[in-house]
């Protein structure tokens, strides 16, 4: 009897683990932080060059 319910138990543990697997990839490397901190660095370079012309 032991022995099913080992056996019930770790098929229920490797179903749950293929099926948490394949779901959609985590996106946290996706959106880089340097992106956002050189776009308000170039927009005020841009400015002073257009002021004194």
């Known amino acids: 009897m032991k022995k099913y319910l080992l056996i019930t138990l770790s098929l229920v543990v490797v ?3 293929l099926l948490g697997s394949c779901g959609e990839p985590e996106e946290t490397t ?3 932080t340097t992106a ?3 776009a308000p660095t170039s927009a005020p ?3 002073p060059t ?3 012309t």
Do not use: V
């Open 50 to 52: 257009s002021a004194p």
């Open 15 to 17: 179903a749950g683990l």
């Open 36 to 38: 956002p901190t050189s």
């Open 30 to 32: 996706k959106p880089p």
């Open 45 to 47: 370079t841009s400015a």
